[in-house]
Each structure stands twice: as structure tokens, then as C-alpha cells.
């Protein structure tokens, strides 16, 4: 099972009523390696987060954090580049990420071009 398929599932389960009723759940913070050992959130991660604020936001939970690890003590949260803040999702630095992924993407099709 790849790990976005794994999140997918994990997301689905925590998000039940009995899951979070059984364990009492007030918070949620996520938590993943990239084993690539670079930390910056792709396009899956993103989306992950977005559906974990939209579950957060349905179940009246606080999204506290969501923070990927990489290599050599690097780790990158969500949260710390103010992408969450009140323990909701802040769409537009979101969007400024989103961007950023677009635009190295292209410039990596721009050199393999070259």
C-alpha cells in the first residue's frame, strides 16, 4: 500500500464518530516522512491537509498541526509557515505554496528540455 493510499485510509478511520467518541479526540495533529529526505509538502500533502482541516472543521476538532519529516533532523510544518494558524487551514498561503510547486515543476520540464 503506498503511503497517500495509507493517509487516505488513516484519515478515514480517525475521522469515524467512534473513533474519535472512543478515544475522546479533541485535536489532531499529522505526522509523515518523506523518504525522498526533502521535507517541502507536495501536491498530495496538501491535499491531504486540506481534507484533514475540512474533517477537522465537520467533527469540531483542532487542527493543530501537519508535519512532515525528512533527512539529516529537516522537517517541514505546516503550522510553523503559517499554512495552519487558529488550528484552521490558511487557503492563501496555501496558494502561495501551490504556486511555488507549479513553478518548479516547470522549471525542472524547462531544463530536461535544455
Same mark, same amino acid.
Given at each position: 500500500?503506498?503511503?497517500?493510499?495509507?493517509?487516505?485510509?488513516?484519515?478515514?478511520?480517525?475521522?469515524?464518530?467512534?473513533?474519535?467518541?472512543?478515544?475522546?479526540?479533541?485535536?489532531? /495533529?499529522?505526522?509523515?516522512?518523506?523518504?525522498?529526505?526533502?521535507?517541502?509538502?507536495?501536491?498530495?500533502?496538501? /491535499?491531504?491537509?486540506?481534507?484533514?482541516?475540512?474533517?477537522?472543521?465537520?467533527?469540531?476538532?483542532?487542527?493543530?498541526?501537519?508535519?512532515?519529516?525528512?533527512?539529516?533532523?529537516?522537517?517541514?510544518?505546516?503550522?510553523?509557515?503559517?499554512?495552519?494558524?487558529?488550528?484552521?487551514?490558511?487557503?492563501?498561503?496555501?496558494?502561495?505554496?501551490?504556486?511555488?510547486?507549479?513553478?518548479?515543476?516547470?522549471?525542472?520540464?524547462?531544463?530536461?528540455?535544455?
Amino acid at each position: 500500500m503506498n503511503n497517500l493510499n495509507y493517509e487516505k485510509l488513516s484519515i478515514s478511520i480517525a475521522f469515524s464518530d467512534g473513533w474519535i467518541g472512543l478515544y475522546k479526540l479533541t485535536q489532531w /495533529e499529522h505526522k509523515h516522512f518523506h523518504p525522498s529526505g526533502d521535507p517541502k509538502p507536495s501536491k498530495d500533502d496538501i /491535499e491531504v491537509t486540506k481534507r484533514i482541516d475540512e474533517g477537522c472543521r465537520l467533527m469540531g476538532l483542532d487542527f493543530v498541526d501537519h508535519i512532515i519529516v525528512g533527512d539529516k533532523d529537516r522537517f517541514y510544518s505546516f503550522k510553523g509557515h503559517e499554512l495552519l494558524s487558529d488550528s484552521r487551514l490558511n487557503l492563501r498561503a496555501v496558494g502561495e505554496i501551490v504556486r511555488d510547486i507549479k513553478e518548479n515543476e516547470q522549471d525542472t520540464v524547462k531544463r530536461k528540455n535544455r
